[in-house]
Each structure stands twice: as C-alpha cells, then as structure tokens.
C-alpha cells in the first residue's frame, strides 16, 4: 500500500508569492491533517479535513487555507507569502477520526520563502 | 484543552545507555496515547502507541506503558544505538483532536 505522498518535496519563493502544496493520502483514508514544523516552534496543527469538510482549525492567520477533493487528496494554499512562512509542512491522514486510529505522515514539503 | 508535556531535550548518550524520555499528558475523556519518531530530513513514523490504561506499547526495544493514575506515558529503552538518534514525539488523539508534544532531541554517541 502506497504511503502519504506530498509534493514538492522542496520549493523556494520568494516574499509575497502564494504557494500550493499537495497531499494524497493514504487509499481508503478519509481524514487529512497539516502541520507546520519549525526549528522554534516546533510541530503546529494548521487543520484538519475530513470527507471534503474541515473539522478542525489551529491558530494560523487567514493566509492559510486548505481543501479537500472527492478522493481525498487534499491542497493547502499560503497566501502572500513572509519569510516566516519557511518551514516544513507535513500531511498526514488516518481512516477515520477515532481515538485508536493513528496518524501516517508524508515526507513534507520543505518550503523556504527568500 | 488536551495538552502533552515532554522533556525537550537534547537529550545525549553514549551507546548501550538506559533511555527514558517523560511524558505527562492533560484530556479529558480516555485518550490514545503515542510515540512517534522523526528521522533527519523526513516525516513522522508510529513508534508505538497504548489505547488504554496499563496497556504497554513496545517496538525496536523500545516501551511505554499507559498509567492513567500518573497521566504519564515514558518511553524508555534499555539499550540506545547510535541509530535511534532522532527526534521523539508523545501525542494523544482524543478521536477528534491529535496533540503533540513539543518532542525530543536524542543524540547517542558511538
């Protein structure tokens, strides 16, 4: 069974451009999870989808946003992009939102905004 | 809300030490509990995980046992190689919500 594969795996922009980065879950995963992860702040939750839905928000600004489609592959857009913005972001997703079920996670996209 | 504290490290050893890393965790209701590992340059893996009070998770020597009582859930191995140089995660899933904790550098020196 193929993991979660995220794509790119690097890119550089430059301050004030919007990024598009990509998930495909695992098959016969439904929830969709972003993280942010830096050297300071260690791993933030972005959001959560489930069946297209977004069920769950952390604290980022609006220049965040994700999506999800019918098969559950899953995009999530920066906006007007900051230096700050330069981090690992992860995808991870799961069958279901149930306590037992665990998260796999792709390999990130290492994005570096100059 | 749900919350994991974890000792953040770094953590250093020399190979074939004893390894504990704490964890204590805050949620309400009965969560699942997990760690997780991040090799250089790559994402996260399960390294282990307990569903339930007193259940022992274990994998690659490694173990954690679920102790409600404490709210804590330790990873611990008896026996470090240079290869388990990582970074090490504890989360808890409540169903809804997936917390990590803020991980744990460990370095271990040949």
């Not at chain 1, 942010?36 to 297209?52: C, R």
């Not at chain 2, 770094?10 to 760690?35: D, H, K, M, Q, R």
């Not at chain 2, 307990?50 to 490694?62: I, L, P």
Request: net charge positive; with cysteine; aromatic share 12%.
């Amino acid at each position: 069974k193929a993991g979660v594969t995220q794509t790119p795996r690097y890119l550089i922009k430059t301050r004030g451009q919007q990024v598009t980065l990509s998930c495909s879950p695992i098959s016969g995963h439904r929830s969709v999870s972003w993280y942010q992860q830096t050297p300071g702040q260690g791993l933030q939750f972005l959001f959560e989808y489930f069946s297209e839905t977004q069920r769950n928000k952390g604290n980022f600004p609006g220049r965040f946003s994700g999506r999800q489609f019918s098969n559950s592959r899953s995009e999530m857009n920066v906006s007007t992009l900051e230096l700050g913005d330069s981090a690992l972001y992860l995808c991870a997703s799961r069958r279901a939102e149930a306590t037992n079920e665990k998260l796999f996670f792709g390999s990130g996209t290492q994005l570096s905004v100059l | 809300g749900d919350s994991v504290t974890q000792m953040e490290g770094p953590v250093t050893l020399s190979e074939e030490a004893f390894l504990t890393i704490n964890c204590t965790y805050t949620a309400t209701g009965y969560p699942s509990l997990f760690w997780y590992v991040q090799y250089p340059g790559e994402g996260l893996q399960l390294l282990l995980k307990a569903t339930k009070a007193d259940d022992k998770g274990s994998n690659k020597g490694f173990e954690a046992t679920y102790r409600k009582e404490t709210t804590s859930f330790h990873l611990e191995k008896g026996s470090v190689q240079v290869s388990d140089s990582a970074v090490y995660f504890c989360a808890l899933s409540g169903g809804q919500n997936f917390v990590f904790g803020p991980g744990t550098r460990l370095s271990v020196l040949p």
